[in-house]
Every structure is written in structure tokens, then in C-alpha cells.
């Protein structure tokens, strides 16, 4: 069975950083393109930053600048540093592993929350 645990979320203050971490049991990542999505309340489900099987990254247009999407093959993990931290990043970020319709996973989400 394949488990994703996100960790690292939290309070933080506007202009400042937090580092999430996706730890994933149960297959290797190395094979699935592996992303980050946040979701506020009231709001869809919107995808934040994607890195390939080849470290290829994209970025929403809201972050990029702002957030680095990496993966640690050796620690099966995925990572989002996210600095200059905004209100309007508060969100439940998901982390999602991805190879095709049948090994689609995701984790069940961290708080970020940005308010002085």
C-alpha cells in the first residue's frame, strides 16, 4: 500500500519561510512525477509546483520565484521550500505522486497558515 505523509506546515509570519516534506512508503518515487497542490477554503484545488522523474519543475505563476519544488531519490521524499511566504499561500498543501490513472496518490495535507 503506497502512503504519503506530508509534514512541516504551520503558523508562519508574513515574509517568512517554511520547508514542507512529503515522505512516501510503500513504492519509490523515483518513476512518478511528483507535485505539490494547495487548496483554501472556498477555493478548487489548484496545483502549486510539478517536478518530473527527470527534475524537470514547473511553477503557478502565484509562487514561482517564491517556492522551490525538489526530490531526495536516496530519502524517497519530496520537498517545497517556500519563502517571502503571503497571506493568500494559507492553504492545505497535498502532496501528490503521479505514474497514471491507476497509481495516482496523494497524501493527506499539511496546514500553512500566513498572518501576522
Known amino acids: 500500500q503506497v502512503r504519503l505523509v506530508e509534514s512541516g506546515g504551520g503558523l508562519v509570519q508574513p515574509g517568512g519561510s517554511l520547508r514542507l516534506s512529503c515522505a512516501a512508503a510503500?513504492?519509490?518515487?523515483?518513476?512518478?512525477?511528483m507535485g505539490w497542490y494547495r487548496q483554501a477554503p472556498g477555493n478548487q484545488r489548484e496545483l502549486v509546483a510539478r517536478?518530473?522523474?527527470?527534475?524537470?519543475?514547473s511553477y503557478a505563476d502565484s509562487v514561482r520565484g517564491r517556492f522551490t519544488i525538489s526530490r531526495d531519490s536516496a530519502e524517497n521524499t519530496l520537498y517545497l521550500q517556500m519563502s517571502g511566504l503571503k497571506p493568500e499561500d494559507t492553504a492545505v498543501y497535498y502532496c501528490?505522486?503521479?505514474?497514471?490513472?491507476?497509481?495516482?496518490?496523494w497524501g493527506q495535507g499539511t496546514q500553512v497558515t500566513v498572518s501576522s
Open positions: 501528490n505522486a503521479y505514474l497514471s490513472e491507476e497509481h495516482d496518490y
Open positions: 510503500g513504492t519509490r518515487l523515483g518513476a512518478f512525477t
Open positions: 517536478i518530473t522523474r527527470s527534475s524537470s519543475t
